[in-house]
């Protein structure tokens, strides 16, 4: 299993394209060529202006040796301040274990899961009964971010899985429906309308 980040960046309106061509132009080689395996990238198809991507290390430290050459290296450094000129908020970002996930290349829609169960057996007995390897479940790291420039969210410890859920979750859990990046986005939902918001999609 992976070192994984799972990072939502909440950005300013109308500005995810803008950081999305930029990623797919300059960040995806940028960061593979110092180490990181770049997973999903996707725009949120419930928020216009969030964007949702993973990618992995094989341990903590090629995590903070990977991350410290590309946060200091000749790619970040030319286009940080455009990049950085999309952005409200890129410190939601949890910090897990396990086997990464890409979309499938003809993926519509993903589903994304962030669960928070109060009994890790429970979960576990859970996961064995309806959770697949496909679904590619993902459980926190609770080693110390050594790479305190990039902050993750910490006091938590959250179940992770792409695709539907073929059972109730019993425990309070966050949906998301996700679009990959590689598709052409379709329109977002517009605000104010009967597409639930990100507090209602918190479920339990």
């Given amino acids: 299993m992976s070192i994984v980040e799972l990072r939502q960046y909440t950005l300013h309106p109308g500005a995810r394209d803008t950081l999305i061509e930029l990623f797919e132009r300059e960040f995806v080689t940028g960061q593979e060529a110092v180490g990181i395996t770049l997973g999903g990238r996707f725009r949120d198809l419930d928020d216009p202006d969030r964007f949702v991507w993973l ?18 290296g000749p790619v970040w450094r030319e286009h940080r301040d455009v990049a950085n000129a999309t952005m409200i908020d890129s410190d939601d970002v949890l910090l897990l274990r396990g086997p990464n996930f890409t979309p499938e290349p003809d993926a519509r829609e993903v589903s994304l899961t962030v669960c928070h169960p109060s009994d890790a057996a429970a979960f576990d007995a859970y996961a064995a009964r309806h959770l697949s390897a496909a679904q590619a479940l993902h459980r926190t790291e609770h080693a110390e971010n050594d790479y ?11 179940r992770v899985w792409f ?3 073929p059972a109730p979750v019993p425990w309070p859990h966050q949906r998301l429906r996700l679009e990959p990046v590689t598709r052409r986005p379709t329109r977002s939902a517009p605000r104010g309308s009967d597409s639930p918001s990100r507090a209602s999609r918190l479920v339990g």
Wanted: glycine share 6%; net charge neutral.
């Fill in 163 to 165: 695709g539907p859920s």
């Fill in 55 to 72: 990618r992995a290390f094989p341990d903590m430290t090629q995590r903070r040796l990977s991350l410290e050459a590309f946060y200091t």
């Fill in 148 to 158: 305190p420039l990039l902050p993750v969210r910490t006091g938590e410890d959250v």
